[in-house]
């Protein structure tokens, strides 16, 4: 714990640290927050004199409309005196508040942190890449394909200001070895954010050492505000046995949920947890491994850039074409993803294109703006 204006977490370069930002899942109507104001950095901190490696940063920065781009310009121009220098800032996140956890399914809890974050400030997400090369963890497709995280990200601008989150990804062997204290640090004093919000079991720092009551304490340290938020609850029981499995699992939404409800083949509880239905995206590129017949289009699953349901037959699922939908009912074997359309020929429009990629809903899909073939 903190005493007074001193962080007393060991900041020694040669104590290895592991940031883990456990998913933290929120909810609006159970919101609490703990604001912390700002205020000068205590030079006479143990952790300010500490040097630690560089962050390996990288913003990923969508089409940003002209709201967006006011309200940013309006937010970097806020500067106290005691900041850094702008040239030793990362411009695009100065003054922006960073919602922490662990994005990859993008389910409706870290919608929610993306919401509150969005109340307070430009709203980024902030998420670590490499972990899984890093700690020699077995390789797993993403629930959500790359290509595919933008899409859902403006899909939330309603919810935080008709603003679109931004991702920012550090690269996770640059800050393996980050203390809290100093990971605070950086982001107060390289990164430039106004502020964070974490959801109540946020674990960060050598072997999780740091937890959101530590969080709000080394923000007050650096001069940052911290909201910390109530989980989002899963009501679904499908998945209680997770509970007893996992010790990290207290019923809240979570990507574990969304790994499980997939692996069921509960596409129903699937969406209940992501907030949308889950899109399936195929790669395009190599038609020559494609088969199609009359209503009936076969792909190899090595083809999927994302995580597919277990095997068996989907109905009311859908093809997204452009503008345009196919609906469909989608069968997953052991080695192919088939696709089977309730019109003849249907089809044939796909492997006539010259497609990168095709996007499978499961789910109905909603009709505004798109032409059902």
Partial sequence: MLSGSRCNFHCSAHQFATILAASTLTSESSFKNFRIRLRSRNSNSSCLSNKVCDFGVNCVQPKSSDTQSSLLSETLSQSGTDEEPPSERLPILTGGIVALGKFDALHIGHR????????????????????????????????????????????????????MPRELQIDFSKVRYLTPCQFVEKLSKELGVRGVVAGENYRF?????????????????????????????????????????????????????????LHKGDMKYVSELLGRNHRLILMM??????????????????????????????????????????????IVDTTYIHLESYEVASFSCVTSQDLKILGIDFGSPKLEGVQIL
């Fill in 205 to 261: 720092g050598y072997r999780a050492a740091g937890d959101a009551s530590d969080l709000v304490k080394l923000c007050e340290e650096y001069g940052l505000e911290a909201y910390i938020i109530n989980s989002v609850m899963d009501t679904n029981q499908i998945s209680g046995d997770l509970n007893s499995k996992d010790g990290k699992e207290r019923g809240q939404v979570s990507s574990t949920r969304v790994r499980y409800a």
């Fill in 112 to 163: 929610e942190l993306a919401i509150q974050a969005a109340k307070r400030g430009i709203p980024f997400l902030l998420s670590f890449v490499g972990m899984a090369e890093v700690l020699g963890w077995e390789p797993r497709a993403p629930i959500v394909a790359e290509c595919d995280r933008k899409r859902i990200l403006s899909s939330w601008a309603p919810y935080c200001g008709s603003i």
């Fill in 285 to 330: 590129e190599d038609q020559e491994r494609f088969t199609s017949e009359r209503n009936r289009l076969s792909a190899p699953k090595s083809c999927l850039l994302n995580l597919a349901p277990k095997e068996g037959l989907y109905e009311n699922c859908s093809v997204l074409i452009d503008k345009s939908v196919i609906p469909c009912r989608v």
